[in-house]
């Protein structure tokens, strides 16, 4: 069984390896690709890179005419960035750096939360109890892994009870198309 299980964990990375772009490009895919990876304990979607080439895309992404960034800086900004959490991390690797990002990690519970936000960009305790017959504890654990991970914001002026907004779904949500009297409505 465990040899088995390697083994697919090894084809599982091959598989993310090379389509790793249309993973990323598709959320619902991604959401679903990403609780089955999780389930088996693999994080394929984990992107090494050295600290050399983050160096170069930073600068061809910067321009001509913007200060220039050194890899100490880069180095500095990502030690930094662990007080957000286990996004990014440096893994000393001879003389040199290997700099990994880790997408934060979703089971079946946060996805399917996602998903009944999707429509509207946020989600309440109310509606996930109601819609998913869930316990309340169950609807805030949740809801609270998703705002430590920065992946929904909290909106405690909402009318009734607090809204919990998922920015993520933003873009989805303002690129369909919307008739002039919902754009109406939509502006105080």
Partial sequence: MSKQLDM?????????SKHKQEIRKNPEFRVQFQDMCATIGVD??????????????VLKGRGKFAQDVSQDDLLRAIKKLKVLGSGF?????????LVQSV???LNMDHTVVLQLAEKKGYVTVSEIRSSLKWEMERAKQVLEHLLKEGMAWLDMQAAGEPQYWLPALFTELYSQEITPEEAKEAIP
Avoid at 8 to 16: H, Q
Avoid at 46 to 54: D, G, P, V
């Fill in 89 to 97: 991390g440096i893994i000393p690797v001879g003389g040199t750096y």
């Fill in 103 to 105: 997408p934060a990690e």
């Fill in 8 to 16: 697919f964990r090894t084809n599982l990375e091959e598989f993310a």
């Fill in 44 to 57: 394929p979607l984990a992107c090494l890179i050295t600290l050399e080439e983050l160096h170069q895309q």
